[in-house]
């Protein structure tokens, strides 16, 4: 539900990013929370009294010692940050603006899959363009010398898509006057709720000034009629790779690799 002038709301839940932005994300709400940190235990050996037999000559004491228990391998599950969206506070730049990317993916993504008003994800979906767009700049720029060769295909057809559809969202304020500041300032506060979030709570609240209210309604609207809901564009679906800048997020940025839908284990 949206309150004006106050705060939107999504629900939010783990990810994946593998063929299809939105295919993954519903693959990955059931598993992108697993990692507990918890390591196996050794059983304990069993323990058997100690029987005595007394005659009137002789005392015999009879012990016998518990087997030495089987040898166990402890694993250790990887853990990361306790937060809605890890990493998103990294100072790589790299890795903060993969997190604001995809974290606001999933955020937008299950806002859209369980509101019941298409109107609500549209909302906030227009809220969060200008923290989208800035986040896949920032992801472009900032791209790893290391992972050069995957950089056209990472920006244009993996994060491309959603990128597009959220510079669709932020036309749609230009297009009845926000200008550039309210929509950075919108975005700013996208950003601030994601940061803010109780991982325990499901949702999200977003902080918005009164007098852009119908700004953003109208803006919704439009949207509304001519995108399709996240989970139903098919201009999300793609099946580019991209194995080496996972493969570098996984391993160089705070979320290792759960907002891709890699659950790390060392």
């Given at each position: ?128 363009a200008g923290a989208v767009v800035a986040a896949a700049r920032s992801l472009d720029d ?66 918005i000034p009164a007098e852009l209210d119908a700004a953003i309604d109208a803006a919704s ?46």
């Open positions: 539900m949206v309150r004006r002038g106050r705060s939107s709301t999504r629900s939010t839940a783990g990810t994946a990013f593998v063929v299809a932005f939105v295919v993954a994300a519903l693959a990955g709400c059931a598993s992108g929370d697993d990692a507990t940190g918890e390591t196996s235990a050794v059983p304990e050996p069993s323990v058997t009294e100690v029987e005595t037999t007394t005659t009137t000559t002789t005392t015999t004491t009879t012990t016998t010692t518990p087997p030495s228990p089987s040898p166990s391998v402890n694993e250790t599950i990887a853990t990361v940050p306790e937060a809605v969206v890890p990493g998103i506070d990294s100072e790589d730049p790299f890795c903060r603006a993969w997190s604001e990317f995809a974290g606001s993916f999933q955020a937008l993504t299950f806002a859209s899959i369980e509101g019941a008003d298409p109107l609500v994800g549209a909302r906030l979906e227009v809220v969060a900032a791209f790893p010398d290391e992972i050069a060769d995957e950089r056209k295909v990472f920006v244009d057809d993996v994060i491309g898509p959603f990128a597009r559809r959220a510079a669709r969202a932020a036309d749609e304020l230009r297009s009845i006057g926000v200008g550039d500041d309210d929509i950075e300032l919108l975005g700013d506060a996208w950003r601030a709720a994601l940061v803010a979030s109780d991982p325990a709570d499901p949702v999200i609240a977003v902080d609207a439009a949207f509304a009629a001519n995108v399709p809901p996240i989970a139903d564009d098919p201009s999300l679906i793609t099946r580019a790779e991209a194995p080496g800048t996972f493969g570098y997020l996984a391993e160089q940025c705070p979320d290792q690799g759960v907002l891709a839908g890699n659950d790390a284990i060392g």
